[in-house]
């Protein structure tokens, strides 16, 4: 029995769904080569479907003329009952295709973003929406969300561009970290002309700009080491390999951070911001718009312990 009580009908025992396509083409048009036309198929094969829909009915539907042909009576009926089951049935496929499409969001962040911040705190996430599933692209390159290569992306930019949603996540800041061993010698930015600096490959012009804004445009270290993304960086700095441009507050809690410090006392230099971005059409993704909420009560909740963080990791470095 059905929903309400009554009797489901048995698929096997029904016409296949491409005679009733076939019929109501035809139905609509009045002409079976126009039909043809419409369906990608021939006006012989759409001939066809509508003679075996006839003989499944046990009666004509249409009145044969030399060029054309018209709905009978019988036709007529049948013509609006399956007109109707047809965009019944279109609107409960499209309905359940954008309802599948709403269980899985692509998120394309930044690895130190993942890795440091994002990813301990995902757990509270699926808690709140188990139905969703996320697919998260950590490598640096951008991802074209305009596009479609994401639904929502985590970008460290000084505006967020054109076209798209966007809202600040945390405002960032650059300082120059090594560990301790290594920051014995250096007392100012001068001094990192005898040092090895690590640098990324992809992203803002980082030491470039550093540099520059610190007054020694035109520094040449002594070697220049270049990775791919900043926990890289982390790694490499933290075995002692070079200095890095660390990227406060959230470095701080990376892997491989707590061996590094600030090898001279300079205040750090803004570096743009995270933002979180998705089209602006997707601002009424149900999954978008509770992916984007989430990020922002957490960083939130989380802006007190982030700053605390920061002050106990810049105090000045006491050399030996």
């Given at each position: 029995?059905g929903?309400?009580g009554?009797?489901?009908a048995?698929p096997?025992?029904?016409p296949?769904?491409h ?5 109501a083409a035809?139905?609509r048009?009045?002409?079976f080569?126009d ?6 198929v021939t006006p ?6 509508i003679k075996?829909?006839e003989?499944?009915?046990?009666a004509?539907l249409f009145?044969?003329g030399v ?11 049948l ?5 109707r089951?047809l965009?019944a049935?279109?609107?409960s496929?499209e309905q ?7 269980t899985?969001l ?13 990813a301990?705190?995902l757990e509270r ?6 139905d969703?599933?996320?697919t998260i ?6 991802y074209?969300v305009?596009a ?8 460290n930019v000084a505006?967020?561009?054109?076209g798209?949603?966007?809202r600040k996540l ?8 090594c560990?301790p061993?290594l920051?014995e010698d250096?007392v ?12 990324l490959?992809?992203g ?5 700009d550093?540099?520059?804004r610190?007054?020694?445009a035109g520094l040449k270290?002594r070697r ?7 926990p890289e ?12 441009l660390?990227?406060l507050?959230?470095?701080w809690d990376?892997a491989?951070a707590?061996?590094?410090v600030a090898?001279?006392?300079?205040a750090?230099?803004e570096a743009?911001?995270?933002?979180v971005v998705?089209?602006k ?5 149900t999954?978008?718009?509770?992916f984007?909420?989430?990020l922002?009560d957490?960083m939130?909740?989380?802006a007190?312990r982030?700053?605390?963080?920061e002050?106990?990791h ?7």
């Amino acid at each position: 029995m059905g929903e309400h009580g009554s009797p489901m009908a048995d698929p096997k025992s029904l016409p296949p769904l491409h005679l009733l396509r076939a019929f109501a083409a035809a139905g609509r048009l009045q002409n079976f080569r126009d039909a043809a036309a419409e369906l990608g198929v021939t006006p012989s094969a759409v001939s066809h479907q509508i003679k075996t829909l006839e003989t499944w009915i046990g009666a004509p539907l249409f009145d044969r003329g030399v060029r054309q042909v018209r709905l009978n009576e019988r036709g007529k009926e049948l013509s609006r009952a399956v007109n109707r089951s047809l965009a019944a049935l279109i609107t409960s496929l499209e309905q359940a295709r954008r309802g599948a499409a709403r269980t899985s969001l692509k998120v394309a962040a930044l690895p130190l973003f993942v890795s440091a911040w994002m990813a301990p705190r995902l757990e509270r996430f699926e808690r709140l929406h188990p139905d969703l599933s996320l697919t998260i692209h950590t490598d640096a390159r951008v991802y074209d969300v305009l596009a479609g290569e994401a639904d929502v992306a985590i970008r460290n930019v000084a505006t967020p561009g054109s076209g798209l949603y966007a809202r600040k996540l945390l405002d960032l800041r650059a300082t120059p970290l090594c560990t301790p061993a290594l920051a014995e010698d250096i007392v100012s930015p001068n001094d990192l002309r005898r040092k090895t600096l690590i640098a990324l490959s992809v992203g803002r012009a980082g030491w470039t700009d550093w540099l520059e804004r610190a007054g020694y445009a035109g520094l040449k270290p002594r070697r220049l080491i270049t990775v791919d993304t900043l926990p890289e960086a982390i790694a490499a700095a933290a075995q002692g390999r070079g200095v890095m441009l660390g990227l406060l507050p959230l470095i701080w809690d990376a892997a491989g951070a707590s061996a590094l410090v600030a090898p001279f006392n300079l205040a750090p230099q803004e570096a743009g911001a995270y933002y979180v971005v998705c089209r602006k059409e997707d601002r009424s993704n149900t999954m978008a718009a509770a992916f984007i909420s989430w990020l922002l009560d957490e960083m939130k909740a989380d802006a007190h312990r982030l700053k605390r963080l920061e002050r106990t990791h810049l105090a000045p470095h006491r050399r030996g």
